[in-house]
């Protein structure tokens, strides 16, 4: 296997709140592989859109950052000015909220094309063509008025696929995308899926899918990470997360979700509320307080994120509780 | 049990409202019996909150009537008795419980003050069902006594579904109140919601795009597309065996084991979305 195209290790950040320096990310270990895509999957403050903010260099100012990122071989951290400028081109992110991330009063092809006029030298009216034809891959026809539209002008679907049309522009080779289509409804959901999904497999895009839902990451990605409490606590290919589950954490989250093929006399509840990396207990399991299979090894230390089964777990009792956590979700 | 052998609490015939030229409710009819509930599904723009804002009062009718409690309220209310029997009838529950909560009152005080103006109780009576309601809904002491800023997400919801069970209405509209809690604390609300409905005998409306939602909290559904009815049925029917190709579209986009998101989706998508959102835009 060749040597994976981003990989992180030992990962931790520490943000100054309130003068308390408090950790949002610990021990963060992960592997994209070229033209692979993981999933991160995790529910508020479990520390994931932190982690694409960590890899992308997009932290807050005074982040305390330790453990390794490195991108086809170089250290992220050690890159400035232009070496920092050319490693945006090659890592593109896009986000959950096209609206909040694109400036209003510019018009659309001035947002496209400025990343390859600027950092790339592209001639405006080079640039003005791929962007109006990466316009029309990503299903937005009439590419030339487009451009001369303003954000207020686009829905929030074609305003989203405007701003992958945008991160494909400089031929990235990872893509960090943060929930991209949370806030989009469901058929617009399926569209923007679709599109991301078949251009990433054409360019051969390596990509990071940031999203809570455990069923999209598991339908588009080939493995999937899931995080809690600033922690990865498994990872796994895709296809095996729903059913055969490494992680108790893994098991509660598919098995609280409600079923669309039937409704359930009780949904199984996970008792109490997600914790945030500063707020989990140290020296244990963070998600010892609220698993049902919790027991004072449990409490001893915090868990390795150790090998099993081709998948990765963070649970001292991952061997022992092999095949009975991916119960059939809600009685 | 079935919906026929109940009393209709709610009743909503030949609903229309119009802003300008945009139609964005079309004939919408719908029943609610006594202890039932009814799931109103569709995208943005389908005119969903349009339909519970006009329960609620908050917009007024263009066509058509809604009767709750066997009481017209299409027409606004003539006196501020008239208002507040109608704020014990109907309550409602928004998606966004961070702005849905004043940030100076705590939960006790957001739920005592609806005692207060609805039931005009003594203080100990108010006291005492303060509690129970703040029990109900899983807040503990210090939650209670808590400003809003303190709480989770998932903690200010449950303020904002106790502070609406205060007002004891017959008829709960549940806004998306779930969409924006996280699975492990939506499982605790949807519970919490079943319980409360056993309990009280209360009816919801759900508005929600959530298909799994609308199955684990509801026996009816409407699907509302460009603010028409396009299927009305048992909840369960509606979803296993739909019959508007919308529907079928709707539940053919929901990601679950095995799904792809395959470019006939986006063709299909897409095609609505054109009819239903690029259009006006134009």
């Known amino acids: 296997m060749s040597a994976p195209l981003l990989q992180v290790d030992g990962l931790t950040v520490r943000l100054e709140v309130r003068g308390e320096r408090r950790p949002v990310l610990r021990d963060v270990a992960l592997t994209v592989r070229e033209g692979e895509a993981l999933g991160l999957v995790g529910e508020s403050g479990s520390g994931k859109s932190m982690t694409a903010r960590a890899i992308d260099r997009l932290l807050p100012r005074g982040a305390e950052v330790d453990g390794s990122i490195r991108f086809d071989g170089r250290d992220v951290h050690a890159l400035s000015g232009a070496d920092l400028r050319r490693y945006r081109n090659q890592v593109a992110m896009i986000f959950q909220d096209p609206r909040a991330h694109v400036n209003p009063v510019r018009r659309i092809g001035d947002y496209m094309t400025e990343a390859l006029r600027t950092n790339l030298g592209t001639p405006a009216a080079a640039a003005a063509n791929r962007a109006s034809d990466m316009l029309s891959q990503v299903g937005i026809d009439g590419g030339a008025r487009r451009l001369r539209q303003y954000p207020h002008e686009l829905s929030g679907g074609m305003l989203q696929r405007v701003m992958i049309a945008a991160a494909l522009l400089t031929e990235p080779r990872l893509l960090l995308a943060d929930e991209p289509t949370t806030a989009l409804d469901v058929t617009t959901q399926a569209e923007v899926m679709a599109i991301l999904d078949g251009l990433r497999r054409e360019f051969g895009l390596a990509m990071l899918f940031i999203t809570h839902d455990l069923e999209l990451a598991a339908a588009i990605c080939d493995r999937t990470a899931v995080m809690y409490a600033g922690q990865i606590v498994e990872v796994r290919e895709s296809g095996r997360l729903h059913d055969d589950p490494l992680h108790p954490y893994t098991a509660a989250l598919a098995a609280a979700r409600p079923d669309i093929t039937r409704a359930a006399g009780r949904l199984r509840a996970i008792p109490g509320r997600p914790l945030s990396a500063f707020e989990a207990p140290p020296g244990e399991c963070a998600f010892a307080p609220r698993c049902p299979h919790a027991q004072d090894a449990c409490r001893a230390g915090v868990p390795p994120l150790s090998e099993l089964d081709g998948g990765l777990s963070r649970c001292v009792r991952a061997h022992e509780l092999r095949g009975k956590l991916g119960e059939p979700a809600n009685a | ?282």
Request: aromatic share 2%.
């Open chain 2, 1 to 282: 049990m079935p919906d026929s052998d109940r009393a209709d609490v709610l009743e909503v015939t030949s609903l229309r409202k119009e802003f300008g030229d945009l139609v964005a409710v079309d004939d919408v009819s719908f029943r609610v019996p006594e202890a039932g509930s009814l799931a109103i599904v569709g995208e943005s723009g389908s005119g969903k909150t349009t339909i519970a804002r006009m329960i609620v009062g908050l917009e007024r009718p263009s066509g058509g009537s809604i009767s709750a409690c066997g009481q017209d309220r299409s027409r606004p209310a003539r006196s501020l008795a008239d208002r507040r029997r109608r704020g014990r009838e109907v309550q409602i529950v928004f998606q966004d419980p961070y702005t849905s909560l004043d940030p100076r009152q705590t939960a006790e005080g957001a739920i005592d003050e609806v005692l207060r103006l609805h039931h005009g109780w003594p203080a100990d009576r108010r006291r005492a069902r303060v509690a129970e309601l703040t029990g109900l809904v899983g807040l503990d002491e210090r939650q209670s006594r808590a400003l809003p800023r303190a709480l989770s997400g998932g903690q200010r919801q449950r303020v904002a579904i106790a502070r609406a069970l205060a007002a004891q209405p017959q008829i709960l509209i549940l806004d998306e109140s779930v969409a924006a809690l996280d699975v492990s604390i939506q499982a605790q609300v949807l519970n919490l919601l079943a319980d409360i409905r056993d309990e009280t005998g209360v009816s919801y409306i759900l508005i929600s795009h959530d298909l799994a939602v609308v199955r684990q909290l509801t026996d009816t559904t409407i699907v509302l597309r460009r603010g028409q009815v396009v299927e009305h049925g048992p909840t369960g029917q509606v979803l296993d065996d739909p019959q508007h190709a919308y529907t079928r579209l709707l539940r053919d986009c929901v990601p679950r084991p095995g799904w792809k998101p395959t470019r006939q989706l986006a063709q299909a998508s897409a095609e609505q979305s054109t009819a239903d959102k690029e259009a006006p835009r134009e």
